[in-house]
């Protein structure tokens, strides 16, 4: 393992762009993102960089990119963006309600929350390290619901929301009712936790999470789950507990059939994010009026049915 970290040190920096660029992610962006409509990504706890599995849509020139993160020091690459797609930022935390709110600042930041962390004796033996979380210092905050962060950004652009927020992320999304009401929300793909009692006080859980977005005509797509961090005494090949995962969810095909093509062709998009080949291909070939306008924004869709059909062969 050593000896390939080596290799790939050695490698030059312009060979491995080259390389990555003839990726299969990277070839199907060149087919179709230039030719994407006018869509809405949040990206809530947005700290250091962007995720690279959005590439598609951070490809895009016509993509609204919003980084939702408070601290503003995390935001920093924000300067040097070099994505086609149109960023701004938001400082602000997001909350259900909105309003003053007390930020639990963990000993290690990047555990903050708008919940205490609290560790149930069930969970004792399981957290070695509580200098990760301890001591925590209490700060009181202004947050606006998710609804007041997309305020001036297009209305009628279909919407993806990523959410990385330490146990908010449902009640942000309960909090943004409204917009899932206007079927304004194409895609969300949120951390979750998947303890029976979540150290981080009152989390949405996974199963939650799950009853939620069924309701509101969404289905669950992906699911990667997340162990628990071993320990300094386990073996590094020694299974340990789930913890959590980051769960996709998209919009209902019968449910974006009612809506304008825009929506099922930035459904198309999100499927692409997801590496879900099979059934892009398949919304693809089915749905006319998406290719149509694929076609008539430049896409050259012929190439990219091919490129999708090998790959899911």
Same mark, same amino acid.
């Given at each position: 393992?050593?000896?390939?970290?080596?290799?790939? %040190?050695?490698? =030059? #920096?312009?060979?491995? %762009? #080259?390389?990555?660029?003839?990726?299969?992610?990277?070839?199907?962006?060149?087919?179709?993102?230039? *030719?994407?409509?006018?869509?809405?990504?949040?990206?809530?706890?947005?700290?250091?960089?962007?995720?690279?599995?959005?590439?598609?849509?951070?490809?895009? =020139?016509?993509?609204?990119?919003? !980084?939702?993160?408070?601290?503003? @020091?995390?935001? *920093?690459?924000?300067? !040097?963006?070099?994505?086609?797609?149109?960023?701004?930022?938001?400082?602000?935390?997001?909350?259900?309600?909105?309003?003053?709110?007390?930020?639990?600042?963990?000993?290690?930041?990047?555990?903050?929350?708008?919940?205490?962390?609290?560790?149930?004796?069930?969970?004792?033996?399981?957290? =070695?390290?509580?200098?990760?979380?301890?001591?925590?210092?209490?700060?009181?905050?202004?947050?606006?619901?998710?609804?007041?962060?997309?305020?001036?950004?297009?209305?009628?652009?279909?919407?993806?929301?990523?959410?990385?927020?330490?146990?908010? @992320?449902?009640?942000?999304?309960?909090?943004?009712?409204?917009?899932?009401?206007? /079927?304004?929300?194409?895609?969300?793909?949120?951390?979750?936790?998947?303890? *029976?009692?979540?150290?981080?006080?009152?989390?949405?859980? &996974?199963?939650?999470?799950?009853?939620?977005?069924?309701?509101?005509?969404?289905?669950?797509?992906?699911?990667? =789950?997340?162990? $628990?961090?071993?320990?300094?005494?386990?073996? *590094?090949?020694?299974?340990?507990?789930?913890? @959590?995962?980051?769960?996709?969810?998209?919009? /209902?095909?019968?449910?974006?059939?009612?809506? $304008?093509?825009?929506?099922?062709?930035?459904? &198309?998009? &999100?499927?692409?994010?997801?590496?879900? &080949?099979?059934?892009?291909?398949?919304?693809?070939?089915?749905?006319?009026?998406?290719?149509?306008?694929?076609?008539?924004?430049? !896409?050259?869709?012929?190439?990219?049915? #091919?490129?999708?059909?090998?790959?899911?062969?």
């Amino acid at each position: 393992m050593s000896v390939m970290r080596t290799v790939r %040190r050695l490698i =030059p #920096a312009f060979l491995k %762009r #080259a390389l990555k660029q003839r990726t299969l992610p990277y070839r199907v962006s060149e087919l179709v993102s230039s *030719a994407l409509p006018e869509v809405v990504c949040v990206d809530v706890g947005a700290s250091f960089y962007p995720h690279v599995k959005w590439l598609t849509l951070l490809n895009a =020139p016509h993509t609204r990119w919003l !980084a939702v993160e408070p601290n503003q @020091e995390n935001l *920093a690459y924000l300067k !040097a963006w070099s994505w086609p797609s149109q960023v701004s930022a938001c400082t602000t935390g997001l909350s259900r309600e909105g309003g003053t709110q007390t930020l639990y600042i963990t000993n290690v930041d990047t555990g903050s929350s708008l919940l205490p962390p609290e560790i149930p004796a069930s969970m004792t033996h399981r957290v =070695p390290h509580l200098d990760y979380f301890f001591p925590v210092t209490e700060r009181r905050i202004e947050t606006i619901t998710l609804m007041q962060a997309i305020e001036g950004l297009p209305a009628n652009a279909p919407t993806f929301v990523k959410l990385d927020t330490q146990g908010t @992320e449902l009640s942000i999304l309960q909090g943004a009712q409204p917009v899932f009401d206007a /079927r304004r929300i194409v895609g969300v793909e949120m951390e979750s936790t998947m303890l *029976a009692q979540p150290i981080m006080k009152g989390s949405g859980k &996974f199963w939650q999470a799950c009853e939620y977005m069924e309701a509101q005509g969404f289905e669950l797509l992906h699911v990667k =789950p997340i162990q $628990a961090t071993k320990s300094g005494r386990s073996k *590094a090949d020694l299974n340990t507990y789930l913890n @959590e995962c980051d769960a996709v969810f998209a919009l /209902r095909q019968d449910v974006t059939e009612m809506l $304008a093509v825009e929506f099922r062709v930035a459904l &198309f998009a &999100f499927y692409l994010t997801n590496l879900l &080949f099979e059934e892009a291909l398949s919304l693809l070939e089915r749905d006319h009026q998406i290719k149509t306008f694929l076609q008539q924004r430049g !896409a050259r869709v012929g190439d990219l049915i #091919a490129l999708l059909r090998s790959s899911t062969r």
